[in-house]
C-alpha cells in the first residue's frame, strides 16, 4: 500500500521517527500516570483508549471497503483516509499497550454487602423462599449443599448453595469434584453444543475467610457459553462477597446474573 502513497512513500523515514517520537513519550507518560492514578483510572483509561482503537480501525475497514466498492480496489489501495485512520489507531494504542503491560494494575476488591442472617440455615432457609419466586426449582436437597435449577429456552440456569466451615483447596476440590459438578456435568455438557448457555450462581458460605475464599470470589471461567457468578457468604461478619473482575464478553451476561441474585437477596452495598 505504501509504494502506491506517493506522500508516504516520499516521508516513509519522517513517519517512522514520529511513531518512534511518540512511543517515548507515551512511555514517559505512563510512567508519571502510573505512580499517580489509580488501578481504576488505569482500567478506565484502557478501556477509553482501546474504544478510540476500534472505532478508528472499524472505520477505516468500513471506509476501504466503501471505496473499493463504489470506486475500485486500486483507488482504495492508494486512499490516504485509509491508511492515516489505520496509523492513528496503531498509535493511539500504544499507551493501552504500555498500561498493560507495566500499570501494575491490582485486582479490584470484592464488591461487600450486608446480610440479616446470622447463620447458614436462616440464610439457606430465605434463599430458599426467594428463588421459588423466581421460577427455580430444588433438585437437589443436602444439609450442606442445595441446588436449584431454572431452563429458559436453551438457557440453563443453577444456583448451588454449598456451607463449609471454612474454604482450602483440597475441600473446595472435593466439594466440587465430587458432589457438584456430577449434579450439573450433563448441562456442562450441553455447553459444548452449539445454543446452549450454562448460567451458575455459585455460593459457597463459611465460618471463617481464608486466602482460598478469596481467590475463589476472584475466580473466573475461560469455558464459552459458560457464565459463573461466584458469591461468598462469611458469617464471622455478616457480610456477602461479590466478584469485581467482571471484564470481557462476558460481562453482560454475569451482570444480568448479579443484578438478580442481589435482588433475589434484597441486599445493598
Known amino acids: ?129 426467594r428463588v421459588k419466586e423466581y421460577d427455580y426449582e430444588l433438585v437437589s436437597n443436602k444439609e450442606d449443599l442445595k441446588v436449584y ?7 440453563i440456569y443453577y444456583i448451588i448453595d454449598a456451607r463449609l466451615e471454612e474454604l482450602t483447596k483440597l475441600n473446595f476440590d472435593e466439594l466440587y469434584d465430587k458432589k457438584i459438578f456430577p449434579l450439573i456435568e450433563e448441562d456442562f455438557n450441553k455447553v459444548q453444543k452449539k445454543y446452549y448457555e450454562l448460567y451458575v450462581t455459585f455460593i459457597i458460605s463459611v465460618d471463617r475467610i481464608t486466602p482460598m475464599f478469596n481467590k475463589f470470589i476472584e475466580e473466573t471461567n475461560e469455558e464459552v457459553r459458560y457464565y459463573k457468578l461466584p458469591v461468598g457468604i462469611s458469617f464471622g461478619g455478616n457480610k456477602m462477597y461479590l466478584s469485581s473482575m467482571i471484564e470481557g464478553f462476558k460481562v453482560f451476561q454475569i451482570n444480568k446474573l448479579k443484578k438478580e441474585f442481589l435482588e433475589i437477596m434484597k441486599v445493598s452495598e
Open 1 to 129: 500500500m505504501i509504494k502506491d502513497i506517493p506522500f508516504l512513500r516520499e516521508n516513509i523515514n519522517f513517519i517512522i521517527l514520529i511513531v518512534v517520537i511518540l512511543s517515548i513519550v507515551y512511555y514517559a507518560f505512563i510512567l508519571i500516570f502510573n505512580k499517580k492514578a489509580s488501578d481504576k483510572a488505569k482500567i478506565n483509561a484502557i478501556k477509553i483508549i482501546l474504544t478510540m482503537c476500534s472505532i478508528l480501525l472499524i472505520s477505516s475497514f468500513v471506509t476501504y471497503f466503501y471505496i473499493g466498492n463504489v470506486y475500485s480496489v486500486e483507488i482504495a489501495n492508494s486512499s490516504y483516509l485509509v491508511f492515516v485512520l489505520f496509523v492513528f489507531a496503531s498509535i493511539i494504542g500504544i499507551p493501552a499497550f504500555y498500561l498493560m503491560v507495566y500499570g501494575h494494575i491490582k485486582s479490584p476488591k470484592p464488591e461487600k454487602y450486608e446480610i440479616k442472617q446470622t447463620s447458614y440455615e436462616d440464610f439457606s432457609y430465605y434463599l430458599n423462599k
Open 149 to 155: 435449577k431454572r431452563v429458559i429456552n436453551k438457557k
